[in-house]
Structures are given as C-alpha cells and as structure tokens.
C-alpha cells in the first residue's frame, strides 16, 4: 500500500518556472528519500532528508520537511525541459515505501 | 563506479510460464531489495536480502520468490505468470544492513515484465 499521497498528480510548467510538490505520509519516519523517475525508466536518487533536518539543498533543489504535519516538499527551481519526469517521495529505512508521484511536464 | 544493473530489459512470457530477474547491485552492496511497480498500485516492496537471507518481505503470493547469492547479486523469480504480474520489476541496492538510518537506496533500470 502506499505511504501517502502527493500533490498535485500532475503540474506543467513552462521552462525557466519553478516547480513544487508535496508529499505527505502516514506514519512516523527515521528519514525521506526523493527520486525522479524517466518515463519507462528506473528510479533516479534526488537527496535523503532526516528526520531531524528541517531543510536540505542540493543544486536546483530544495527539499523541506515538517514531522509535525508529516509532509514534504520538493522545489526544483529554474526548470529546464529535462525535468521532465515523475517524482515520488518514499520513506522507510530499507523497506521503502512510497507516494502516489507527481507527474511534471516543463515545456519549452 | 557502475550502478545497479537489471537483466533482462524487457520480455514477454506466456501465463502460467515462469520468469527469472537478475539483479547486480552496486560494488560493495550487500543489501537488494525488489519492487513492483504498476499503474493501478504505484510502487509495492516485494522483499530485500541481505548477506543471502531474505530479511523483509512485501505482501505478495507465495508466486513471487528470490534469492541472494554470496557475491550480493541477486534473482527474483515468479510462478504460475498471471496477466496481473505485468509490470515494471525495480532492483535496489544499499550499502548498509537493513534498517539502518540514514542509507541512500539506488534502483536500477528495472526488467519490463509483460504477461500475455
């Protein structure tokens, strides 16, 4: 079953546009792991958050997250077409489970 | 260094056939878990191994079986295909045991799985 949801389902943007999803789970985590999946593709690794973290960056990314509402979000700032992709949030410390996914369209 | 490989790519296999997934993990990984992915069920643990013993298993049928051999590499096998099992299979690796905090966990490029 899933973990939680994520929202929007789906978000297009125009490139250069910023980019936010949100995820939000169910029960207490040691950590949050994102990835961006290619259509037909594998699982990309974007950045891992603690539980203890409020806030990580890492490039064109920002990640936050808030234990009390039990939700995360994920900005990708400046979008370029290549972001083109799912995103899904997924918690657990080795059985990970996952979100629903945010589908993004960036269009040129 | 190379990442998590999956072989075959894609195939196609008959119900009531049976398919075997292969799975390298990345140098010095011990740990591999599986999942499946699917449009109606999104991303589903089937289970993950570690230093060949089966240590988490997702809520599948007894079809679903794997194993872990002593250099970490890693099959999936299904039984008895039925038309439901079509889907994206997802090979995971980590460095360290399972549950252990704070382990970023790679997937490869998965195995296309089509029952007809």
């Known amino acids: 079953s899933q973990q939680g949801e994520e929202d929007p389902q789906a978000l297009s943007i125009q490139e250069g546009e910023n980019a936010t999803m949100n995820c939000s789970y169910k029960?207490?985590?040691?950590?949050l792991q994102w990835y961006r999946q290619n259509s037909g593709r594998g699982l990309v690794h974007l950045i891992l958050i603690r539980s203890n973290e409020r806030e990580k960056h890492s490039g064109r990314l920002r990640v936050t997250l808030d234990t009390s509402k039990k939700s995360s979000s994920l900005l990708i700032t400046a979008s370029r077409a290549a972001d083109t992709a799912s995103y899904f949030c997924a918690s657990g410390r080795s059985k990970l489970t996952f979100g629903t996914g945010t589908r993004l369209q960036v269009t040129l | 260094k190379a990442g998590v490989t999956q072989t075959p790519r894609y195939l196609i296999k008959t119900r009531g056939q049976q398919v075997t997934l292969s799975c390298s993990p990345i140098s010095g990984h011990r740990s591999v878990s599986w999942y499946q992915q699917t449009p109606g069920q999104g991303l589903q643990f089937l289970f993950e191994?570690?230093?060949?013993?089966?240590?988490n298993k997702g809520n599948f049928p007894g079809r679903f079986s794997g194993r872990q051999f002593s250099n970490s590499r890693s099959e999936m096998n299904v039984s008895t295909l039925e038309l439901g099992d079509s889907a994206l299979y997802l090979c995971?690796?980590?460095?360290?045991?399972?549950?252990?905090?704070?382990?970023?966990?790679?997937f490869g490029e998965g195995s296309w799985l089509t029952v007809v």
């Open positions: 191994y570690f230093s060949e013993t089966q240590r």
């Open positions: 995971a690796s980590s460095f360290k045991p399972p549950g252990t905090e704070e382990d970023t966990i790679y």
């Open positions: 029960t207490s985590i040691n950590n």
